[in-house]
């Protein structure tokens, strides 16, 4: 079924789950400019929260949703390019495609070709698959808007929740300009919490990456304490780096009680396939995966990441 036979056979009001990050966020300013509805950010990973409000259909977007974390039972549309579930509830649409990102999905169900939203999509391009992704979309609005404003857009958008910060004022942002220019010059309260945001990540990247990473077997241990979830960006800089290894880093979060984790790999490691070895289970891609963990976990964790190398 088409969506816009979907949308016929579901008038009714909508709300959108959606992920907190650039692909997250974009694919929800570019459901929100189209459709009007409601939406929502999912602030953790592991599981879908209750709907925040009424609805009689819901969207997901760039939510990996296995079938036991539907806490509702509407007629849902899932737009993704994580895993789908193998038994999706009935009355489900599912709009999915693993080798492009969710705002790049959301943007060809919802706009035309040439819409003028369509730098919003390139964001989460940029964010999620980066700039060298064959996408005729991407290519057209580096060509148009150059690959530094698109750039600082992103790293603006992604730095509400690396700051362990309010997501909603990025949406703000992304729903309040018209283009990446006037929203890089903007003084807009969104766009001067977003600045603020990011001067935060930054510290705390440069005190992340002074830690130098453990090995055992093909795995990379990253550890280190911050109230910023910025482990992925640690995990990105240090995968460049590391292409014989599974970068794992564990953000010790100084504010919460969890371990936040972060792995990429290179090449044919399977992030995923090979942290099992040491009992840790990750959710995402075979090579950008996550997880959260309580402490006591991750203790457990580390046990079986030092005895690595006698593990067969």
Excluded at 94 to 104: F, K, P, V
Excluded at 106 to 115: I, N
Excluded at 180 to 200: G, N, T
Aim: aromatic content about 6%.
């Amino acid at each position: 079924m088409a969506l816009e036979e979907w949308l016929a056979r579901h008038p009714g009001p909508a709300t959108a789950l959606h992920d907190f990050d650039a692909d997250g966020l974009a694919a929800a300013a570019l459901w929100k400019l189209r459709l009007g509805g409601t939406t929502q950010v999912v602030r953790t990973r592991q599981n879908l929260p209750e709907l925040a409000n009424p609805a009689e259909s819901v969207f997901l977007l760039d939510l990996s949703c296995p079938e036991d974390r539907f806490p509702w039972e509407l007629p849902t549309v899932v737009i993704d390019h994580h895993p789908l579930p193998q038994r999706p509830p009935a009355q489900t649409l599912l709009i999915h495609d693993t080798a492009r990102c969710s705002a790049w999905l959301t943007y060809e169900a919802l706009w035309p070709e040439d819409s003028p939203h369509a730098w919003i999509a390139a964001l989460g391009i940029l964010s999620d698959l980066g700039d060298s992704m064959p996408s005729p979309l991407l290519q057209s609005q580096l060509e148009r808007w150059g690959m530094n404003p698109l750039r600082q857009l992103t790293s603006l958008i992604n730095s509400a929740h690396r700051a362990a910060g309010d997501c909603d004022q990025a949406l703000l942002a992304l729903l309040g300009h018209h283009s990446p220019s006037e929203m890089l010059r903007s003084d807009h309260p969104s766009l001067v919490y977003l600045r603020e945001c990011q001067r935060k990540v930054r510290k705390r990247l440069g005190q992340a990456k002074q830690i130098s990473p453990v090995k055992r077997g093909r795995i990379a241990l990253v550890q280190f304490e911050s109230d910023c979830p910025v482990q992925s960006v640690i995990a990105q800089i240090w995968k460049s780096r590391l292409a014989e290894h599974v970068v794992l880093v564990a953000n010790r979060r100084s504010d919460t009680a969890e371990v936040q984790i972060s792995a990429r790999s290179r090449g044919a490691l399977d992030a995923g396939k090979i942290l099992a070895q040491i009992g840790l289970t990750v959710r995402g891609h075979a090579q950008s995966a996550g997880a959260v963990l309580k402490p006591e976990q991750w203790e457990q964790i580390l046990e079986n990441f030092y005895a690595y190398p006698h593990q067969r």
